[in-house]
């Protein structure tokens, strides 16, 4: 039987601080009195509390508030410039960086181009591109308390080396996490990119609240995010989700399977796999996201428009492509049975409305289990505003539980 934590005046103030903060991060400007109300607290205490808050730095006085019977009450808020975070989204063309304050409100952002070569300086490129975010923001690197980067790809815990990113160079080196904070000089966190998005989902998408979900990320490569009882699955090496590599129905069997966008799915559903079907159907484009809109575009959410030629053949299309997506799923409902299934990444979201209802009615057809199956409303890039959040939620953590010593 375990003791009871006696409840110390110091840590009811943390408690107590931790809430007021919460609120004001949750509702915007309070007042005093708004405080007390919605954390329990006794006025006097909530005007003891606000007074900590702002001689720490993490609340400012944000006017008054008039209008209401009695006297004008002063606002209080979060005190955005009390801390700065930073995310990251690296591709193999680019690194793209979103600087954040304390509030959430994103202050400065950069993107640096990475054009393909060998000897690439990963630590060089993080700081060139923190640095761009940074300055945009006004700040300097240093001011940065911690960097989350997502990336296509995973870092191995046991071994601190990233994988399956063959395509990515220059980010393949022992103890990379280390190595980058080291380097910057700031503390670095590194996340998968669908992992990230996921992360943005539960926050704010289709997916909030929800418990067990998966996300199916469909771009140029394949991916997955797991999410279990509200917590991401990494797996063992960090490789939980990794589904473009595995065997599938219809593909060839494919072993040794080392370098990316490799694999019986990306065979089948990767991003030139859906460009090649569409263009067998008769929808050109340049990528697969051209392709894959125009057809969905001759189909309405409802059903085929199948009078025209053009109607007939998105139909065919559509449904190839959905066979295809609801089998890859069907394999993960049989063994997860998540109550969720969210479709992103560009590919997915070209195909839009008809291309997700087509998705759940194969899977349903295929599985006991019949999660609901909802495209992202996730807006702008969901890797960075995943790694916001992470960022920010530790971020928060360290800085709420500093209050009282």
């Known amino acids: 039987m375990s003791t009871p934590v006696p409840g110390t005046p110091s840590l009811l103030r943390a408690i107590n601080d931790r809430a007021a903060l919460e609120a004001l991060l949750d509702r915007g400007p309070l007042t005093r009195p708004q405080i007390s109300d919605l954390t329990g607290i006794s006025k006097p205490t909530a005007s003891q509390l606000l007074a900590r808050l702002e001689d720490a730095g993490l609340v400012v006085r944000d006017g008054i508030r008039e209008g209401l019977p009695g006297r004008t009450a002063e606002l209080y808020r979060i005190n955005g410039s009390a801390a700065h975070v930073a995310g990251a989204d690296v591709t193999p063309a680019r690194i793209r960086v979103s600087v954040a304050d304390l509030a959430g409100t994103v202050v400065g952002e ?23 975010a940074a300055a945009a923001a006004g700040l300097d690197r240093a001011a940065l308390g911690l960097a989350v980067i997502g990336i296509q790809g995973a870092v191995d815990p046991a071994t601190g080396r990233l994988g399956y990113a063959s395509h990515i160079p220059g980010w393949h080196i022992p103890d990379l996490v280390a190595t ?18 996921a992360l943005a989902e539960r926050a704010g998408g289709q997916a909030a609240g929800a418990g067990d979900f998966v996300l199916l990320w469909v ?34 069997l494919m072993r040794d399977v080392r370098r990316t966008h490799t694999g019986g799915v990306h065979s ?26 125009r057809a969905a575009a001759d189909v309405g959410a ?24 609801g089998v890859t799923l ?7 049975d998540p109550a969720l299934v969210v479709l992103n990444g560009e590919v997915l979201r070209a195909g839009g409305e008809p291309l997700r209802a087509r998705v759940e009615q194969h899977l349903h057809s295929l599985t006991i289990p019949r999660p609901e ?33």
Do not use: C, W
Not at 268 to 286: C, P, Q, S, T, W
Not at 303 to 325: H, K, M, P
Not at 330 to 336: E, I, K, M
């Open 110 to 132: 950069h993107t640096l181009p990475t054009p393909a070569r060998t000897g690439v300086d990963v630590v060089a490129r993080m700081a060139a591109a923190l640095d761009g």
């Open 180 to 197: 980058l904070s080291d380097g910057l000089g700031v503390r670095v966190a590194i996340e998968n990119d669908v992992n990230l998005a």
């Open 219 to 252: 771009a140029d490569g394949v991916g997955m995010a797991v999410v279990l009882n509200g917590a991401l699955h990494r797996g063992a090496t960090g490789g939980a989700g990794e589904i473009g590599y595995m065997p599938a129905i219809g593909a060839p």
């Open 268 to 293: 089948l559903v990767g991003g030139l796999a859906v460009l090649k079907l569409m263009r067998e159907h008769g929808f050109r484009g340049r990528d697969a996201v051209t392709a894959l809109g």
């Open 302 to 325: 409802a059903g085929a428009r199948t009078a025209t030629d053009a109607g007939a053949r998105a139909e065919r299309a559509l449904t190839e492509l959905a066979s295809r997506l």
């Open 330 to 336: 069907a394999t993960v409902v049989g063994v997860l």
């Open 373 to 405: 199956v909802r495209l992202s409303t996730v807006q702008g890039n969901p890797v960075l505003a995943g790694a916001l959040q992470q960022a920010l939620r530790e971020t928060r953590d360290e800085v709420f539980s500093s209050t009282v010593p």
